[in-house]
T-cell receptor, first 115, second 109 residues
Framework: DVKVTQSSRYLVKRTGEKVFLECVQD?????MFWYRQDPGLGLRLIYF???????EKGDIPEGYSVSREKKERFSLILESASTNQTSMYLC??????????????FGPGTRLTVT | RKEVEQDPGPFNVPEGATVAFNCTYS??????FFWYRQDCRKEPKLLMSVYSSGNEDGRFTAQLNRASQYISLLIRDSKLSDSATYLCAVRMDTDKLIFGTGTRLQVFP
């Protein structure tokens, strides 16, 4: 079974703190993704990585950075947390699409509250 | 206009009913289409891919209408356990997906 794990299920941080969200996948997937999910806005892509040390901005990268030093691990960094970054953060991984088959596997999510 | 749009619902249906959701997409260059299911406070999981010819998996049928740019999901004989949010997702020419905001289904006894 594919497994994507995230370091915390719930996190409470103060405004201005630096926050690290960690994601690890055990299926040797090349692609990894960070999304945030908010009511009425759905899943929005923050950053995407298609290989170690490679990254690409998603739709809402402002206020975030990422790091992928190893294939199995993809970190999301909030340099200076703000209250509008309170959200559910979901990590996902996948292999590149091949023959029409494609699936992103999601981690359980981290609910981050910034006070 | 959003790239992928869904009716948020909720759709409240009795057990045994047939229910259908649509999802419209704006970019005609979209290449692949998917339905994900998300239970309350859980992560999304792939329900089924949507193929050009339409596909069926048990009580679930997915169809693609390229001319009108929408995909649909039909659930027959609804079960209480089908209660969830159904997300459609569209892939362009990369491995990134664009998700709709989801349609909530509530099946009642």
């Amino acid at each position: 079974d594919v497994k994507v794990t995230q370091s915390s299920r719930y996190l409470v941080k103060r405004t201005g703190e630096k926050v690290f969200l960690e994601c690890v996948q055990d299926m040797d997937h090349e692609n990894m993704f960070w999304y945030r999910q908010d009511p009425g806005l759905g899943l929005r892509l923050i950053y995407f990585s298609y290989d170690v040390k490679m990254k690409e901005k998603g739709d809402i990268p402002e206020g975030y950075s990422v790091s992928r030093e190893k294939k199995e691990r993809f970190s999301l960094i909030l340099e200076s947390a703000s209250t509008n970054q309170t959200s559910m953060y979901l990590c996902a991984s996948s292999n590149p699409i091949a023959g029409g088959d494609y699936e992103q596997y999601f981690g359980p999510g981290t609910r981050l509250t910034v006070t | 206009r959003k790239e992928v749009e869904q009716d948020p619902g909720p759709f409240n249906v009795p057990e045994g009913a047939t229910v259908a959701f649509n999802c419209t997409y704006s970019n005609s260059a979209s290449q692949s289409f998917f339905w994900y299911r998300q239970d309350c406070r859980k992560e999304p999981k792939l329900l089924m891919s949507v193929y050009s010819s339409g596909n069926e998996d048990g009580r679930f049928t997915a169809q693609l209408n390229r001319a009108s740019q929408y995909i649909s999901l039909l659930i027959r004989d609804s079960k209480l356990s089908d209660s969830a949010t159904y997300l459609c997702a569209v892939r362009m020419d990369t491995d990134k997906l664009i998700f709709g905001t989801g349609t909530r289904l509530q099946v009642f006894p």
